[in-house]
């Protein structure tokens, strides 16, 4: 298989490299491509980033929000540097599939995660992702890896191949470097991979402590210490290029669920004019900051429609860079509704970023409805559902 | 800068007037466009330029601003122009506390003061130096974008202030222009911004207002754009001059026509 081929000459002239980084078992079978070797592996490094590709339009590098329907959407994928928010549908059913087809991609391409939530344990969070789907292609391609390389220790399991080629994809060359998975709702994702991976958990109840000092700064307490969470695993861990000894670039996946709920100690949920009214605002400013001086991305849930004050969505709104809606049916008059007799909810696409440029890419379909079938998470336009009638 | 733009305002980099306070405000749609226009033609203007750039990153403009012919960078290094990268500083201050005063260090602060801190960095940056070397035409405050600062906690009283110092310094004291860009927030029932624009509005010389179109999203025409001139520097001249065109943004251009009063046309 010509994947295979190109893999085992790769390992084998940037021997180095596989030296230095041979801790991390991803990286040993990064595909290189054709000019990357040797001293061009400088810049290179950057493009090849496993589970990353530049932007058609402005060569601005995309990581996979684990939904290749939704990466279309938003032109190719997420910005890395970016924020994707999640605006949570009423009553918090399909908002956090998206939270974890995001979370399931980056294990799968090996992107170290971050996950912060003041609900769930993190722990718990990523037992409960989707398996990675493994189609015909796949197994084909990697039951050729397996012939051609004959280095796998056990070979016991003849018969359960399937569970043999698992803790493989994550480190095989044809999975890491591919963009953007399928995955399978109604599983859970190995534990092996989870094992393999590198995460970081935020629980908000662990985090802070009984007594609290007040902080001068304005941001709840909540919001302060994922701050310096997030900044502090950038830092340490060398995603802003800090970190000099780092030779293998990775991508930091960020992950935090229902931000701005009263969970986090903020209520601006519950009231109209709190107190608090520039904490939400003020952190999304500064993750920002930090997400632009770094490799990584962001995803954000929030009950937008628990806001009281519609002044603080709209800035919201204006502080991130993606933005997308989830409207569900679940008790609106829409759900009798034989235009949407087939789907499960709206999907809207609110806020798309120029980065780099006067224009983007935009979908010229506007009607976008969403449908959670046993296995899968489908987006399609409702707008031939109607030619019908 | 976009030449077309130019026409329909009436001006061009040699010919630029000064003294103004040109308000870019946009509804429902993206006006950053605006703001790139603007920085390349006072750019190329000649004019010695302090840019606040609170929104999006400097290789953002740097690389807009390079589509529409102009090196940020090499600005910068000249000493045309000088850039407050507002995403940067805002990690700087909060993560490691500096001793000397910053200009957005109301970040810290519970209750965001006022912004005198700003106000100096710009009168710093923009204060015409005599010793006659590299003779910038005038000095110009660019910021993108006020309703920022909202959101960080600052007053709209606040923010009118800084703009009312910045435009005695900058416009009547040295002759300069102000441009700056704020959201009108529609039916979101902002009142910060609804006195914000009001006020700015009030002040302004020349106002660019670009709309999302009335009937939704279209694939040819972006958006309406509205150029209201106010408060005529010559008595003579009739007051407040307005004009409406739709407008499509093109990778390096802009592409704007008069309205059409047929709703089925192209």
């Given at each position: 298989?010509?994947?295979?081929?190109?893999?085992?000459?790769?390992?084998?002239?940037?021997?180095?490299?596989?030296?230095?980084?041979?801790?991390?078992?991803?990286?040993?079978?990064?595909?290189?491509?054709?000019?990357?070797?040797?001293?061009?592996?400088?810049?290179?490094?950057?493009?090849?980033?496993?589970?990353t590709?530049?932007?058609?339009?402005?060569?601005?590098l995309l990581v996979s929000t684990g939904?290749?329907?939704?990466?279309?959407?938003l032109?190719?994928g997420l910005a890395v540097g970016t924020v994707l928010l999640i605006e949570?549908?009423?009553?918090?059913?399909?908002s956090?599939?998206l939270f974890k087809y995001f979370l399931?991609e980056g294990?799968?391409?090996?992107h170290a995660l971050l996950v912060a939530s003041?609900?769930?344990?993190p722990?718990?969070?990523?037992?409960?992702?989707?398996?990675?789907?493994?189609?015909?292609?796949?197994?084909?391609?990697?039951?050729?890896?397996?012939?051609?390389?004959?280095?796998?220790?056990?070979?016991?399991?003849?018969?359960?191949?399937?569970?043999?080629?698992?803790?493989?994809?994550?480190?095989?060359?044809?999975?890491?470097?591919?963009?953007?998975?399928?995955?399978?709702?109604?599983?859970?994702?190995?534990?092996?991979?989870?094992?393999?991976?590198?995460w970081h958990g935020f629980?908000?109840?662990?985090?802070?402590?009984?007594?609290?000092?007040?902080?001068?700064?304005?941001?709840?307490?909540?919001y302060?210490?994922l701050l310096?969470f997030i900044q502090?695993i950038i830092?340490?861990e060398?995603f802003d290029?800090?970190?000099?000894?780092?030779?293998?670039?990775n991508i930091l996946r960020i992950g935090i669920q229902n931000l701005g709920?009263?969970?986090?100690?903020?209520?601006?949920?519950?009231?109209?004019?709190?107190?608090?009214?520039?904490?939400l605002?003020?952190f999304l400013y500064i993750l920002r900051g930090l997400l632009r001086t770094s490799l990584s991305a962001c995803i954000i849930t929030m009950?937008?429609?628990?806001?009281?004050?519609?002044?603080?969505?709209?800035?919201v709104?204006?502080l991130s860079d993606t933005v997308v809606?989830?409207?569900?049916?679940?008790?609106?008059?829409?759900?009798?509704?034989?235009?949407?007799?087939?789907?499960?909810?709206?999907?809207?696409?609110?806020q798309?970023p120029?980065l780099?440029?006067?224009?983007?890419?935009?979908?010229?379909?506007?009607?976008?409805?969403?449908?959670?079938?046993?296995?899968?998470?489908?987006?399609?336009?409702?707008?031939?559902?109607?030619?019908?009638? | 800068?976009?030449?077309?733009?130019?026409?329909?305002?009436?001006?061009?980099?040699?010919?630029?007037?000064?003294?103004?306070?040109?308000?870019?405000?946009?509804?429902?749609?993206?006006?950053?466009?605006?703001?790139?226009?603007?920085?390349?033609?006072?750019?190329?203007?000649?004019?010695?330029?302090?840019?606040?750039?609170?929104?999006?990153?400097?290789?953002?403009?740097?690389?807009?601003?390079?589509?529409?012919?102009?090196?940020?960078?090499?600005?910068?290094?000249?000493?045309?122009?000088?850039?407050?990268?507002?995403l940067?500083?805002?990690v700087?201050?909060?993560?490691?506390?500096?001793?000397?005063?910053?200009?957005?260090?109301?970040?810290?602060?519970?209750?965001?003061?006022?912004?005198?801190?700003?106000?100096?960095?710009?009168?710093?940056?923009?204060?015409?130096?005599?010793?006659?070397?590299?003779?910038?035409?005038?000095?110009?405050?660019?910021?993108?974008?006020?309703?920022?600062?909202?959101?960080?906690?600052?007053?709209?009283?606040?923010?009118?202030?800084?703009?009312?110092?910045?435009?005695?310094?900058?416009?009547?004291?040295?002759?300069?222009?102000?441009?700056?860009?704020?959201?009108?927030?529609?039916?979101?029932?902002?009142?910060?911004?609804?006195?914000?624009?009001?006020?700015?509005?009030?002040?302004?010389?020349?106002?660019?207002?670009?709309?999302?179109?009335?009937?939704?999203?279209?694939?040819?025409?972006?958006?309406?754009?509205?150029?209201?001139?106010?408060?005529?520097?010559?008595?003579?001249?009739?007051?407040?001059?307005?004009?409406?065109?739709?407008?499509?943004?093109?990778?390096?251009?802009?592409?704007?026509?008069?309205?059409?009063?047929?709703?089925?046309?192209?």
């Amino acid at each position: 298989m010509a994947a295979a081929g190109t893999c085992g000459t790769g390992t084998r002239s940037t021997g180095s490299m596989v030296a230095a980084a041979s801790t991390n078992n991803v990286t040993s079978f990064q595909r290189r491509g054709p000019r990357a070797s040797g001293a061009d592996s400088g810049c290179s490094r950057l493009v090849s980033i496993a589970g990353t590709r530049p932007s058609v339009r402005n060569g601005q590098l995309l990581v996979s929000t684990g939904l290749p329907a939704l990466d279309q959407l938003l032109g190719g994928g997420l910005a890395v540097g970016t924020v994707l928010l999640i605006e949570e549908d009423k009553y918090n059913i399909y908002s956090p599939l998206l939270f974890k087809y995001f979370l399931a991609e980056g294990i799968v391409s090996g992107h170290a995660l971050l996950v912060a939530s003041a609900k769930e344990d993190p722990a718990d969070i990523l037992q409960k992702l989707p398996a990675p789907l493994i189609d015909d292609s796949y197994k084909k391609e990697c039951d050729e890896d397996v012939c051609s390389h004959k280095m796998e220790p056990d070979i016991k399991m003849k018969i359960a191949w399937r569970y043999q080629l698992l803790p493989k994809m994550e480190a095989g060359p044809v999975s890491s470097s591919r963009f953007g998975h399928y995955y399978d709702i109604s599983k859970r994702i190995p534990q092996e991979l989870i094992e393999t991976s590198k995460w970081h958990g935020f629980f908000l109840p662990e985090k802070i402590s009984s007594a609290f000092n007040v902080e001068s700064c304005s941001l709840t307490p909540g919001y302060m210490k994922l701050l310096q969470f997030i900044q502090n695993i950038i830092y340490k861990e060398g995603f802003d290029g800090s970190n000099p000894q780092k030779k293998q670039k990775n991508i930091l996946r960020i992950g935090i669920q229902n931000l701005g709920s009263p969970l986090w100690g903020d209520d601006i949920c519950c009231t109209e004019n709190c107190d608090t009214s520039h904490s939400l605002t003020k952190f999304l400013y500064i993750l920002r900051g930090l997400l632009r001086t770094s490799l990584s991305a962001c995803i954000i849930t929030m009950p937008t429609h628990l806001i009281q004050n519609k002044a603080v969505i709209a800035r919201v709104t204006n502080l991130s860079d993606t933005v997308v809606g989830l409207e569900s049916f679940i008790g609106s008059e829409k759900e009798t509704n034989p235009l949407y007799k087939d789907y499960h909810g709206l999907i809207h696409i609110r806020q798309i970023p120029r980065l780099n440029n006067l224009i983007y890419d935009i979908s010229d379909v506007k009607d976008l409805a969403f449908k959670l079938k046993k296995k899968l998470f489908t987006i399609e336009s409702c707008m031939d559902v109607r030619v019908g009638l | 800068m976009f030449p077309e733009l130019n026409n329909l305002l009436n001006t061009t980099p040699e010919g630029a007037e000064q003294g103004k306070l040109t308000l870019l405000c946009d509804a429902k749609t993206d006006g950053s466009f605006l703001v790139h226009h603007f920085l390349s033609f006072y750019l190329k203007a000649n004019c010695k330029v302090c840019f606040v750039a609170l929104v999006q990153s400097f290789s953002h403009y740097n690389m807009v601003g390079q589509k529409l012919g102009v090196s940020l960078t090499t600005a910068r290094e000249r000493g045309q122009l000088v850039v407050l990268e507002g995403l940067k500083s805002a990690v700087d201050i909060f993560f490691r506390p500096q001793e000397e005063p910053h200009p957005l260090q109301f970040l810290r602060e519970a209750n965001a003061g006022d912004l005198q801190p700003l106000y100096a960095f710009v009168r710093d940056a923009l204060e015409p130096v005599d010793c006659g070397e590299a003779a910038w035409r005038c000095p110009v405050l660019l910021v993108d974008d006020l309703s920022v600062l909202l959101s960080l906690g600052v007053g709209p009283v606040a923010v009118l202030d800084f703009v009312h110092y910045c435009r005695a310094t900058v416009c009547r004291e040295w002759k300069g222009n102000v441009v700056a860009l704020v959201h009108d927030s529609g039916d979101a029932e902002d009142e910060e911004s609804d006195v914000l624009l009001n006020g700015l509005s009030h002040q302004s010389h020349l106002i660019l207002r670009a709309e999302g179109l009335a009937t939704g999203f279209c694939k040819d025409v972006h958006g309406q754009l509205r150029i209201l001139w106010r408060r005529p520097l010559q008595p003579t001249t009739p007051r407040d001059r307005s004009l409406t065109y739709q407008y499509k943004i093109q990778d390096k251009s802009i592409f704007c026509c008069e309205p059409s009063s047929e709703p089925y046309s192209l």
